[in-house]
T-cell receptor, first 113, second 115 residues
Framework: DQQVKQNSPSLSVQEGRISILNCDYT??????FLWYKKYPAEGPTFLIS?????DKNEDGRFTVFLNKSAKHLSLHIVPSQPGDSAVYFC????????????FGPGTRLSVLP | DTAVSQTPKYLVTQMGNDKSIKCEQN?????MYWYKQDSKKFLKIMFS???????INETVPNRFSPKSPDKAHLNLHINSLELGDSAVYFC??????????????FGEGSWLTVV
C-alpha cells in the first residue's frame, strides 16, 4: 500500500524549460514533505522541503508547492539544466511516522540539451 | 568530510554467508536509519535507532540485525544471505528523529549482490 505516489516514472524536458514533478500522498497525518535528488551509484541528496503549514517554498531554481486538500505536492525546476537529470524522490513524514520518512517510487528526469 | 559514510560500497557474496555493513555519521544526529532500495527502486525503511534505542523495526527477516554501539554508528548484520537480499542498502541520519520537520541525510549506499 503506497502512501506516497509518484505516478510518472519518467519525464523529459528541454533545457531552459520548466520541469514539474508531481507527488500524491494518502495519509492526512503527514505534515512535512521533502524532495530528494539521486544520481546513479550515489545516495539521495536533500533538495527542498515544505511544512504542511505552508503552501509554497522556494530555493533558487527549485520551488515546492503543497495542496493539502488534494494531498498533492509538486516540485518545479526553472530553468531546467542538463545537470538536473536524475531520479527525484518525494518523501513525507509526520503523525505516526514522525520519526520515519516514507518515500515515493521516484521520477527519472531527463533534461535534454 | 563525508557526513554519512557506509562501508563497503560494493559487496558480492555467496548464498548462506554472513556479512556486515557499517555506517557512521559525523553530523551529531540522534537518529539513524537503514533503508533498502529493492529491484523496483522503492526506498523502504528497515530500522531506525534514536540515540542507540531501536524505535522502528519494520517487517524484516530475523536474519537482519542492526547494532548501534553509539549514536554515531549503526551497523547492519545479515545472516544466511539469500538471493533476494540483493539490493542497495542506504544508511541515513536525522537530527531529532522524534520531532517532525527533520531532514534525513543519506550515505552513498552499499550495493549487495548475493550469488
Amino acid at each position: 500500500d503506497q502512501q506516497v505516489k509518484q505516478n510518472s516514472p519518467s519525464l523529459s524536458v528541454q533545457e531552459g524549460r520548466i520541469s514539474i514533478l508531481n507527488c500524491d500522498y494518502t495519509n492526512s497525518m503527514f505534515d512535512y514533505f521533502l524532495w530528494y535528488k539521486k544520481y546513479p551509484a550515489e545516495g539521495p541528496t536533500f533538495l527542498i522541503s515544505i511544512s504542511s503549514i505552508k503552501d509554497k517554498n522556494e530555493d533558487g531554481r527549485f520551488t515546492v508547492f503543497l495542496n493539502k486538500s488534494a494531498k498533492h505536492l509538486s516540485l518545479h525546476i526553472v530553468p531546467s539544466q542538463p545537470g538536473d537529470s536524475a531520479v527525484y524522490f518525494c518523501a513525507a513524514s509526520g503523525g505516526n511516522y514522525g520519526q520515519n520518512f516514507v518515500f515515493g517510487p521516484g521520477t527519472r528526469l531527463s533534461v535534454l540539451p | 568530510d563525508t557526513a554519512v559514510s557506509q562501508t563497503p560500497k560494493y559487496l558480492v557474496t555467496q548464498m548462506g554467508n554472513d556479512k556486515s555493513i557499517k555506517c557512521e555519521q559525523n553530523l551529531g544526529h540522534d537518529t539513524m536509519y537503514w533503508y533498502k532500495q529493492d529491484s523496483k527502486k522503492f526506498l523502504k525503511i528497515m530500522f531506525s535507532y534514536n540515540n542507540k534505542e531501536l524505535i522502528i523495526n519494520e517487517t524484516v527477516p530475523n536474519r537482519f540485525s542492526p547494532k548501534s554501539p553509539d549514536k554515531a554508528h549503526l551497523n547492519l548484520h545479515i545472516n544466511s544471505l539469500e538471493l533476494g537480499d540483493s539490493a542497495v542498502y542506504f544508511c541515513a541520519s536525522s537530527p531529532r528523529g522524534r520531532i517532525s520537520g527533520n531532514t534525513i541525510y543519506f550515505g552513498e549506499g552499499s550495493w549487495l549482490t548475493v550469488v
